[in-house]
Each structure stands twice: as structure tokens, then as C-alpha cells.
């Protein structure tokens, strides 16, 4: 399935991790990929050399997304080397947990401005050069809609705040035939939230449907059906793979 041969994209936090899943998955389909990162060059580097050795070209940025200048020059960068820009996918996130009263100001500021700025000024940088057929796709998280343990509220309230971003700027761009979207996954096994934690034996005994973690590739699979054509008629939606945490 070659529907996306020689569209040009641009992964936030592409080093690892879910990022990184989509950034080998998009490639597989002849997409020419650019990756950001902030702190680990060298895993951002493996991932576009694998990128390269699937035939598309791939280029690694770094630019902290907290830094809202450095989202922009990573988008002109990107349009610069390869050309244009024809799909986002704002998938750069962190992840504080703690309760309420613990909670430091940083840990809330670092945590808007990584998971919900950055998206804005990704967006807001990327769409001054998309054309018709554009794609725009977050990663949201399922905690959007459930959060159902305590010191989870920042991070909820980060990916519910995507939620309408999505639902408001799909008005803004469907005149010109661009979609934006997001995909809310459940616990997939990552450095952010690895399967092997007591945490994960939580989850799986008390939340899940299906007993189990999700993999970064099965994430990849509904974002790459998002960036291709049949998607043409979803926007302002947020789809969730979260093997029933919210069911
Ligand atoms: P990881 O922590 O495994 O990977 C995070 C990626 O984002 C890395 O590539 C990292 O780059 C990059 N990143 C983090 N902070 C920044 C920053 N300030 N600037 C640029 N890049 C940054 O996380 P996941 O792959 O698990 O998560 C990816 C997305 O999926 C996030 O938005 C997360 O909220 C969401 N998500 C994850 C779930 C899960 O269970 N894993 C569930 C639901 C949603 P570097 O290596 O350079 O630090």
C-alpha cells in the first residue's frame, strides 16, 4: 500500500517511543520523513537512518518543543529539505503525575506548554504551507475522556484541551481540505509508560478490556490510515486505541 509514496511529514519527538513507530511506519509506505527530539541526538539519528534505508528521505531536528521558536524553524527546516510539507503529527508529549498538593507550578507549566502549546505552534507554522489534502494528527491520550486514578489531572486536562483545539481548527482548515485529528491511545508499552511497571499491573487487572498494553505500531497503523486518503472525510475527530480503558 503505497497511497502515501512521496508525501513529506514532519514527527514531533520521533526519537523513540510511539514517535519513532510512526516515523518507521510512515516511511515503510515511501513517505520522507523529518523527526524532532530534544535530548537523545543519537536515537533520533539510528531512527532516520532507518528511515533511510527504506528508500525515502529522512532528516532528524532537534528542537525542544517547550521552545516555541524551535517548533518554527524545525517546520521551515523541514519544508526547506524536503520540499514542503504535506502531513503533522504533533506526537511530543510528557507525562507528571502527582497529586493535587504536590504538584509543582513547573511540572503544570512544562506540561502545557509541551503537550497543548507546542501543538498550536506546530499547527499554526505548518498549515502556512500545506495544500489541499494536508494532514494535521495529535497524539491526544485516551485520559482526555477517563482519567479514573488520582494525580492524573494535568496530563487529562493537557490531552482534553486537544480535544476542542481539533474540533475548532478543523473549522478553520476544512475549506481548504485539510484535516486535523487526533489519536487518543491507551497504555502502549514505552519509555513514558513501560509494560513491566507496577502501575502497568494496575491498569491491566482493573481497567482494561483487553488485559493487556498496546504496542507503539498498533498506534502507527490508525495514524497512518489518518495521513492517507481514505481519510479524507475525518476531521475535528479524536479516535481512540485503547483497548477498552474507556469502554
Ligand atoms: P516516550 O517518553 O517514550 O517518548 C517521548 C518522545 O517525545 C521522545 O521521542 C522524546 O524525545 C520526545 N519529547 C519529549 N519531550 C519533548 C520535547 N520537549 N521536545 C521535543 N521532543 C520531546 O513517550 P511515548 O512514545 O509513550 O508518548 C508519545 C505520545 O503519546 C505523547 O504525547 C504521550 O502523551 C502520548 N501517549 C502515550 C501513552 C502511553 O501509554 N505510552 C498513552 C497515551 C498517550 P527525546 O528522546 O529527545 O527526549
Do not use: W
Request: hydrophobic share 45%.
Amino acid at each position: 500500500n503505497q497511497t502515501l509514496k512521496n508525501k513529506r511529514a514532519l514527527i514531533t519527538g520521533g526519537s523513540r517511543g510511539i514517535g519513532a513507530a510512526i516515523v518507521k511506519r510512515l516511511a515503510r509506505e515511501g513517505v520522507h520523513v523529518a523527526l524532532t527530539y530534544s535530548n537523545s541526538p543519537d536515537r533520533a539519528n539510528e531512527v532516520a537512518k532507518m528511515a533511510q534505508s527504506l528508500g525515502v528521505k529522512a532528516i532528524a531536528i532537534k528542537a525542544d518543543s517547550a521552545d516555541a521558536n524551535a517548533i518554527i524553524a524545525a517546520v521551515e527546516h523541514t519544508v526547506k529539505e524536503l520540499g514542503g510539507i504535506d502531513i503533522l503529527i504533533n506526537n511530543a508529549g510528557v507525562l507528571a503525575l502527582g497529586p493535587i498538593d504536590g504538584f509543582s507550578l513547573a511540572d503544570f507549566d512544562r506540561t502545557i506548554a509541551v503537550n497543548v502549546r507546542a501543538v498550536f505552534v506546530a499547527t499554526q507554522a505548518a498549515v502556512k504551507h500545506m495544500k489541499e489534502g494536508g494532514r494535521i494528527i495529535n497524539i491526544g491520550s485516551c485520559n482526555a475522556e477517563r482519567m479514573p486514578f488520582s494525580g492524573g489531572g494535568v496530563y487529562a486536562m493537557s490531552k482534553s484541551a486537544l480535544v476542542g483545539l481539533v474540533k475548532g481548527l478543523a473549522r478553520d482548515l476544512g475549506a481548504r481540505a485539510i484535516t486535523i485529528n487526533n489519536v487518543q491511545p491507551g497504555p502502549i508499552d514505552t519509555e513514558m509508560n513501560p509494560d513491566n511497571s507496577e502501575f502497568a499491573g494496575m491498569l491491566k487487572k482493573q481497567f482494561m478490556a483487553l488485559p493487556r498494553y498496546g504496542n507503539a505500531d498498533e498506534v502507527a497503523g490508525m495514524v497512518a490510515y489518518l495521513a492517507g486518503p481514505e481519510a479524507a472525510y475525518v476531521t475535528g475527530a479524536s479516535l481512540t486505541i485503547d483497548g477498552g480503558f474507556n469502554a
